[in-house]
């Protein structure tokens, strides 16, 4: 993914200044989001997931013609 994609990701999900973050802070921050943690800077605790958190891919997984192993 580039950041482009990342970045409308982050802003789906309520992420604040995703414009001003780098790749690695865009996929840490979205991968957080989706378990459930709250954006930095939000008050109060998340809400429970729906359904138990999946196993997370390697982020090499998530680039575009990664090698995996």
Same mark, same amino acid.
């Given at each position: 993914?580039?950041?482009?994609?990342?970045?409308?990701?982050?802003?789906?999900?309520?992420?604040?200044?995703?414009?001003?973050?780098?790749?690695?802070?865009?996929?840490?921050?979205?991968?957080?989001?989706?378990?459930?943690?709250?954006?930095?800077? #939000?008050?109060? +605790? &998340?809400? =429970? %997931? $729906? #359904?138990?958190? +999946? &196993?997370? =891919? %390697? $982020?090499?997984?998530?680039? &575009?013609?990664?090698?995996?192993?």
């Amino acid at each position: 993914m580039v950041v482009a994609e990342l970045q409308q990701i982050a802003a789906a999900l309520g992420i604040k200044g995703a414009a001003r973050m780098r790749k690695a802070q865009l996929i840490e921050l979205i991968r957080d989001a989706q378990d459930g943690a709250p954006p930095p800077g #939000h008050a109060g +605790s &998340p809400l =429970p %997931p $729906l #359904h138990p958190p +999946s &196993p997370r =891919p %390697p $982020l090499l997984a998530l680039l &575009p013609g990664a090698k995996r192993s």
